[in-house]
């Protein structure tokens, strides 16, 4: 398993604090500290983990851009929508849905309501990650919540993408909404739980 390279400052950092407290430690206050810090230190170890995945191969497969859970899925004149809840405990880092061209990716700050708010996906800190294929264009929003403080992407326009490569990540819990043409059918309900580049999001209808 690795690690995502966003993670490693707070891995090390209170891994190095937290052996120093115990080094210099001559009482209950200075040890208890010491160990709060490797546990923490563990802890985003496991948040920033990169597990490796089987991507799901198949003809016009739309894939899960991330790990979580379905909060909604809505459709509107032009497009369907799902939106996964991503707690503190799932895998962070977020897979290109489809085969395509990134056509671009903005920037949006703004706050960081917690991610179940209707309002977060309008008004929290977001990128848009536009994919665009023969099919139609994809948008992977990385959205901010109450505890995640930074979307970082690692894609830039022009690049190539095959689906499931890694595209970015989101520093602690947060929320990744995936918008689809609407000759799509939707394969995921409201409640289910999503593996990035592994559950089929959607297929394509030819």
């Known amino acids: 398993m690795q690690i995502v390279k966003e ?3 707070f891995i090390i950092v209170p891994l190095i604090f937290g052996l120093v407290l115990l080094i210099v430690s001559r009482g209950t206050i200075l040890t208890t500290a010491g ?9 985003c170890v496991y ?3 990169d597990p490796q995945v089987e991507i799901t191969k198949g003809d016009n497969l739309i894939l899960s851009p991330c ?18 809840f991503l707690s503190v405990l799932d895998v962070h880092l977020q897979r290109s849905p489809v085969m395509g061209k990134v056509k671009c ?17 309008i008004v929290n800190e977001q990128n848009i990650i536009t994919i665009e294929n023969e099919s139609g264009k994809y948008l992977v929003k990385q959205i901010a919540g109450i505890l995640a403080r930074r979307c970082v992407s690692w894609v830039k326009p022009g690049d190539i993408l095959n689906i499931g490569d890694k595209i970015g990540v989101i520093k602690f819990s947060s929320q990744v909404d995936l918008h689809i043409p609407k000759n799509t059918d939707v394969k995921v309900n409201q409640g289910d739980k ?6 089929i999001f959607a297929t394509l209808n030819k």
């Open 7 to 9: 993670g490693y400052r």
């Open 35 to 43: 160990i709060l810090c490797i546990l923490i230190s563990l802890f």
């Open 47 to 49: 948040f920033f983990r």
């Open 67 to 84: 790990n979580g859970t379905v909060l909604e899925v809505s459709e509107n004149e032009t497009e369907k929508i799902i939106k996964v």
């Open 105 to 121: 990716v903005e920037y949006k700050p703004g706050k960081f309501l917690k991610a179940m708010d209707p309002q977060a996906h």
């Open 194 to 199: 999503v593996v990035s580049g592994v559950t």
